[in-house]
């Protein structure tokens, strides 16, 4: 009752790897990457991305604990959520009421070229350390 199993080898390629790495970047090269102009990142701002909360948190705590009284955190999209649990996570864990939300700014940027564009919610919340 014993069956002779046939072992196949794991996938065989059937080009080089660096063939095929060479057509990849020919497509990306069809397609040119537009550069956009960014202006002079203020030092009392903090652009929230993707990166994990703590990572912001850590930064907007070193902004403080460096002598500085103000800082705005700035997120845009998908982002502000993120934004403001950075923003509150350091509030109420790290200054304990020290820190107060002096203003918050909302508003919509057009982004994308002129016949692909959309509008982007985009938010400030300006932070100040009690003295």
Request: aromatic share 4%.
């Amino acid at each position: 009752m014993s069956e002779k199993v046939e072992h196949k080898p794991a996938r065989e390629h059937h080009e080089p790897r660096a063939e095929r790495t060479e057509q990849t970047t020919e497509r990306r090269e069809e397609r040119p990457r537009v550069e956009r102009p960014r202006g002079q990142i203020p030092p009392d701002t903090v652009f929230i991305g993707k990166k994990p909360l703590m990572a912001y948190a850590t930064a907007v705590m070193m902004h403080f604990n460096s002598g500085q009284n103000t800082l705005t955190v700035k997120a845009r999209g998908q982002s502000i959520s993120h934004a403001v649990d950075v923003v509150e996570v350091v509030r109420r864990r790290f200054f304990q009421g020290k820190l107060t939300i002096k203003e918050v700014r909302i508003a919509s940027e057009v982004l994308g070229e002129e016949g692909d564009t959309r509008n982007v919610s985009t938010i400030e919340i300006v932070l100040e350390k009690a003295a």
